[in-house]
Nanobody, 127 residues
């Protein structure tokens, strides 16, 4: 069965760091655009970061620029989201998703068109 599994969430203090992992089984991630999304209580799910299938294009939401880094490890069929300088407003459930649709930044801002979704991992930033 094709699936994505997120891991790496947890509780950190403001200014701390976490690295989230998105591991694929049943398909090869290097054929997919992978996006990271998050959903905080009372808010809509929003795009955080995106990486093209070739990894040559990377997108970051304004809230993530300069703090988050997306990367791909094809040997382990995994995409990572390194999150630094975390803020309380980063608190959310983080999801990864995959699509065979061509990369474009607009797709990274929307949940539409993704074929695979993980179950999410909780990130809590609190002092």
């Amino acid at each position: 069965q094709a699936q994505l599994v997120e891991s790496g969430g947890g509780l950190v203090q403001p200014g701390g760091s976490l690295r989230l992992s998105c591991a694929a089984s049943g398909f090869i991630l290097d054929s997919y655009v992978i996006g990271w999304f998050r959903q905080a209580p009372g808010k809509e799910r929003e795009g955080v970061s995106c990486i093209s299938s070739s990894s040559k294009i990377r997108y970051y939401a304004d809230s993530a620029k300069g703090r988050f880094t997306i990367s791909r490890d094809n040997a382990n069929n995994t995409v990572y989201l390194q999150m630094n300088s975390l803020r309380p407003e980063d608190t959310a459930v983080y999801y990864c998703a995959g699509t065979t649709l061509p990369y474009q930044s607009g797709r990274c801002r929307s949940t539409v068109g993704y074929e695979y979704w993980g179950q999410g991992t909780q990130v809590t930033v609190s002092s």
